[in-house]
């Protein structure tokens, strides 16, 4: 469970951020604030794990409290304004919302500062499974079922083992976004439409990947990251 903060001096932002909150089950909302000067002293007494910070706010600037901070929770920032993600990104935040802030890209968000939680928070074991917002509902994926990812237009297709009995999940996001969640170490974009579990690879060809009996193709562009991957020399 990652404790959170929200942090703006909108009072709508503030509820639309606490109503994304109160629907992601792995996020605590335990302070709102609409000024830096009262999140500093929040954080000074109480955990914190991740903020959601606006940037442009009268006094300290969302910025300018992450740079105040000696031990910093996790940041990601919510603002009206590009300009600022390079900034931002160099203070190492976890993500750059624009607003206004879709629920899909809201828990994409999350999502990446969830992992970076498990990854530094338990002796950097890789994440055991992910989020996914499939229609209306947050659909929680155990890693080690996934065989393989499919991309099917605007959608990925899930394939699960058989063990676990699970039907292919549909899920609307890109194959780019779903790539930027799983676990680099464990899964491997292999073609433009596949991204493989190294688990679950049997063998592999010059222009294939083995998952039992199934064969999936190896693109060109894509041969280096299966060689980095698996050791092997395709």
Same mark, same amino acid.
């Given at each position: 469970?990652?404790?959170?903060?929200?942090?703006?001096?909108?009072?709508?932002?503030?509820?639309?951020?606490?109503?994304?909150?109160?629907?992601?089950?792995?996020?605590?909302?335990?302070?709102?604030?609409?000024?830096?000067?009262?999140?500093?002293?929040?954080?000074?007494?109480?955990?914190?794990?991740?903020?959601?910070?606006?940037?442009?706010?009268?006094?300290?600037?969302?910025?300018?409290?992450?740079?105040?901070?000696?031990?910093?929770?996790?940041?990601?920032?919510?603002?009206?304004?590009?300009?600022?993600?390079?900034?931002?990104?160099?203070?190492?935040?976890?993500?750059?919302?624009?607003?206004?802030?879709?629920?899909?890209?809201?828990?994409?968000?999350?999502?990446?500062?969830?992992?970076?939680?498990?990854?530094?928070?338990?002796?950097?074991?890789?994440?055991?499974?992910?989020?996914?917002?499939?229609?209306?509902?947050?659909?929680?994926?155990?890693? +080690?079922?996934?065989?393989?990812?499919?991309?099917?237009?605007?959608?990925?297709?899930?394939?699960?083992?058989?063990?676990?009995?699970?039907?292919?999940?549909?899920?609307?996001?890109?194959?780019?976004?779903?790539?930027?969640?799983?676990?680099?170490?464990?899964?491997?974009?292999?073609?433009?439409?596949?991204?493989?579990?190294?688990?679950?690879?049997?063998?592999?060809?010059?222009?294939?990947?083995?998952? +039992?009996?199934?064969?999936?193709?190896?693109?060109?562009?894509?041969?280096?990251?299966?060689?980095?991957?698996?050791?092997?020399?395709?």
């Amino acid at each position: 469970m990652l404790k959170c903060m929200i942090l703006d001096d909108e009072p709508l932002a503030l509820d639309l951020l606490e109503d994304y909150i109160r629907d992601v089950p792995y996020l605590q909302l335990v302070a709102r604030c609409t000024n830096a000067m009262d999140a500093l002293a929040i954080l000074q007494q109480e955990q914190v794990d991740l903020v959601f910070s606006d940037i442009q706010m009268q006094g300290l600037s969302g910025i300018q409290l992450i740079k105040t901070l000696q031990t910093k929770p996790m940041f990601v920032m919510v603002t009206a304004y590009a300009n600022y993600a390079v900034e931002g990104y160099e203070i190492d935040i976890v993500d750059y919302l624009l607003k206004p802030v879709s629920y899909e890209r809201f828990v994409k968000a999350a999502n990446k500062a969830h992992e970076r939680y498990q990854l530094t928070n338990k002796s950097n074991k890789q994440p055991d499974h992910i989020f996914l917002h499939v229609d209306y509902s947050l659909v929680r994926v155990v890693l +080690d079922d996934i065989v393989y990812i499919e991309g099917v237009k605007d959608y990925v297709r899930i394939h699960y083992v058989a063990a676990s009995k699970k039907q292919p999940l549909l899920v609307r996001i890109s194959m780019k976004g779903i790539e930027e969640i799983l676990p680099p170490a464990t899964f491997c974009r292999i073609h433009k439409s596949y991204i493989v579990n190294a688990a679950m690879v049997t063998a592999i060809r010059k222009s294939s990947v083995h998952l +039992d009996v199934l064969e999936l193709p190896i693109s060109e562009q894509y041969k280096d990251v299966v060689v980095r991957l698996t050791n092997r020399k395709i």
